[in-house]
């Protein structure tokens, strides 16, 4: 049977799409925001969503759709907006201790170095993550399409984004769109797991 036709449409400043965003996050950086945020990393992470001052706001969000359920989602953002967002929206949907909190940014300041990267000019693709049920359909190649009109009108000149090594089949999907790999992180050392590739392309 031939699947349902799909859409793709900006997200929606509500809890619950929040909450998939939250599951989208999580699942696309193997349960790094489980691990940063404890049990209540979906809800944290779907307050903050519906705030405009972060990265995970619902103004960066594109989320595709097939039969009225989301399928699949792509977070991205110019490198110019990313310079003016805030953690203060997870901080506060956190609420966590002054201690937990310290924690937690020492957890995070890996991601966080990762992201200073950013060159002026580039639009960067956060996260992509589509349901296992729906991969092969077309769904991730809908998603960057939108990605990809987003950051034309937002008037970068490249995207760029960062997948791991070990995932190899991002990465073929990536290569298959025109995209490149530019560098390597860390740069001088070998960190099975955690190595991540920086990947663009000129829009």
């Not at 960066?60 to 310079?83: K, Q, S, Y």
Request: charged share 25%; net charge neutral.
């Amino acid at each position: 049977m031939d699947p349902q036709p799909l859409s793709i449409r900006p997200a929606n400043p509500t809890f619950d799409e929040g909450l998939a965003c939250a599951r989208y996050l999580d699942e696309a950086a193997e349960g790094f925001f489980h691990i940063m945020l404890g049990r209540r990393a979906a809800e944290i992470v779907a307050k903050a969503y519906i705030e405009p001052e972060s990265n995970y706001s619902y103004l960066n969000v594109t989320f595709a759709e097939r039969d009225e359920r989301i399928v699949g989602m792509a977070l991205g953002f110019a490198a110019e907006e990313h310079r003016s967002f805030s953690d203060r929206p997870l901080k506060r949907a956190a609420g966590f201790p002054a201690l937990r909190m310290r924690t937690v940014q020492l957890l995070t300041r890996p991601m966080l170095q990762v992201l200073k990267t950013i060159a002026a000019g580039d639009f960067y693709l956060l996260s992509i993550a589509i349901d296992e049920d729906q991969r092969g359909q077309g769904v991730g190649s809908a998603l960057i399409d939108s990605v990809e009109e987003r950051a034309r009108a937002s008037g970068s000149t490249r995207l760029s984004l960062d997948v791991a090594v070990k995932n190899e089949g991002a990465r073929s999907l990536y290569e298959r769109r025109g995209m490149t790999v530019e560098s390597k992180w860390p740069k001088r050392l070998n960190l099975p797991g955690l190595s991540l590739l920086r990947m663009t392309k000129t829009l």
